[in-house]
RNA sequence: GGCGGCAUAGCCAAGUGGUAAGGCAGCGGUCUGCAAAACCGUUAUUCUCCGGUUCAAAUCCGGAUGCCGCCUCCA
């Protein structure tokens, strides 16, 4: 099977082939922490987390980091605001993000670096810029020089000309070309800093992302991820600091994540319509998050609403229900069909959304199975299924509860705003059983009727009465 | 002004030039005391529109229309 990725620079799907046979190294730009995640940080963080585990299911040794962008305008902007220090936001909302991504059962990268903490090296990378004639000083401020660097415009295809000609861009009369970017900013009283060549001062946004993927993955590597929107400006100031001070190509491959919009609208400022990861917990199950999040191609953009939000919990429900049914079942050693037309999916630039498809196929032919009663004759086939039903699982990081749990977690959380309890309930379903022995048809429905309206639903089946609750 | 993307049923959505996956909702059925769940059937002679290439196009090319993103901090 041959791995094929679409690649933002050229534009294409290509062959997936790394630097190294078998291993790959990959760095996807972390949260600058100044701030909570929203979901369009939970978009990116699933995508890479799933790119991630399905490379190792895929049988390569992955290196994998990710960044804290721990010191910027932003965060000292925020930090003077609530009258804390930088490094204490940082830490805030760094321990935020793993309150969220953990949540999310997100993976920990290999190595999770922080900027702060790699100054000397984000030095010695401005220091061969120089060398190479690509930065120059303005009062102790350092900008690379965009036009010294032939193929500046590579991976967003623009072309400097083109874009001057556009003019939106702040005038800066120190800076040599409008497109020269800070690599090193000087500090100004108060603000962190740290010693440098050209005095104390802070690293600019890009220069971090070229010295920490260089420090861990070497000066040529792999992958490198991130949204959409940092194709420009961030990844093309990183490819013209990288491959101007290192003289190699710097990533083989740019992965890049399309937006979640909020009921059709992207999230802004002006709008007020910021949806946190934390809020969205609040509503629904992380895996019914990360369901919807991998219902679409990771590079199309996804509108979040509730509407979509209940149809991804539905289901995530009818796939739990399925597993609920075999837990008899034992799973086999090996996978099999299904985990092959998943791989075949996946294979596909990380089509997700295909391989969730191929998941419901799935689910129709195994429930048909079960309803057939074949259980003896169709054992291999359930146990194959199972088996790769739950290895797709943990690609997609779903399935990781087991059925019954799941349920009664449901219930549990159903029960809250229920003027029920589970007590009443199973003492009405008690009552509702020997109403229906004795052909008490109309006590039978009217017990039914008076859970229905508080959101339960029973279910007749043929080992005894099961209660769930409604969406 | 520059660069790029998208347009597939009521809704969401996959689709690698060879005759339209899957999910949700709806309708009909099997099962059931009746339901629920599950399953079966049904719902796009057609993929925004107009041209072109081809034996063959949702898929390739050109054009039109409509949405969207980036170019300023952004996942």
């Known amino acids: 099977m041959t791995l094929r990725v679409y690649n933002t620079l050229g534009r294409k799907k290509e062959i997936f082939e790394p630097i190294e046979a078998g291993k790959v190294r990959m760095y996807v730009c972390g949260p600058t922490v100044y701030d909570s995640c929203h979901i369009g940080h939970a978009r990116s963080v699933v995508v890479f987390d799933v790119i991630v585990r399905y490379l190792e299911a895929a049988g390569y040794a992955v290196t994998y980091v990710r960044n804290f962008t721990d010191v910027d305008d932003k965060i000292i902007k925020r930090a003077s605001e609530m009258g804390i ?168 491959y740019w992965i890049h994540n399309g937006f979640v919009n909020i009921n059709q609208e992207k999230m802004s400022k002006s709008l007020g319509n910021f ?42 429900d009818k796939i739990y229900a399925l597993m609920e049914r075999f837990e008899e079942i034992s799973a086999a050693e090996n996978s099999g069909a299904l985990w092959n037309s998943f791989r075949e999916a996946m294979d596909d630039d990380f089509n997700t959304a295909r391989g969730i498809g191929i998941v419901f196929d799935a689910v129709r032919n195994l429930n048909r199975l079960l309803d057939e009663n074949l259980v003896p004759a169709s054992e291999p086939e359930l146990r194959s299924a199972k088996a790769d039903l739950l290895k797709i699982g943990d690609i997609l990081g779903i399935l990781q509860e087991a059925p019954k749990q799941y349920f009664e977690k449901k219930k549990s959380r159903g029960l809250e705003k229920s003027a029920v309890d589970p007590e ?38 043929p080992e005894g009465t099961v209660w769930k609750i409604k969406e």
């Not at 590579?154 to 939106?168: H, I, N, Q, V, Y």
């Not at 991998?294 to 209940?310: G, K, Q």
């Open 85 to 252: 220090g930088t490094a204490q936001l940082a830490e805030k909302f760094i321990a935020e993000f793993y309150r969220d991504m953990d949540a999310l059962n997100i993976r920990r990268a290999t190595v999770e670096p922080r900027a702060t903490e790699h100054i000397d090296a984000i030095v010695q990378v401005i220091e061969r810029l120089f060398e190479k004639d690509l930065a120059y000083v303005v009062d102790g401020d350092v900008y690379f020089s965009v036009t010294d660097f032939a193929d500046y415009g590579k991976l967003s295809g623009r072309k400097l000309e083109d874009m001057e000609a556009g003019a939106r861009v702040d005038v800066d009369d120190r800076k040599r070309n409008p497109f020269d970017f800070a690599l090193w900013k000087s500090a100004k009283p108060g603000e962190p800093s740290w010693k440098s060549p050209w005095g104390r001062g802070r690293p600019g946004w890009h220069i971090e992302c070229s010295a920490m993927s260089g420090v861990f993955l070497g000066e040529s590597f792999d992958i490198h991820g991130g949204g959409k929107d940092l194709i420009f400006p961030h990844h093309e100031n990183e490819i013209a600091q990288s491959e101007g001070a290192f003289g190699k190509p710097f990533a083989k």
């Open 275 to 316: 949806l946190m990861i934390r809020d969205v917990l609040e509503s629904y199950h992380p895996e019914s998050v990360r369901l919807f999040l991998l219902s679409n191609h990771y590079r199309s953009p996804i509108d979040f609403s509730d509407r979509a939000m209940d149809e991804s919990t539905t289901a995530l």
């Open 424 to 461: 009443t309930i199973e003492k009405l379903i008690a009552e509702r059983l020997a109403a229906r022995k004795s052909k008490n048809w109309a006590r039978a429905d009217e017990i039914r009727d008076f859970l229905a309206g508080h959101n339960i639903v029973l279910e007749d089946r």
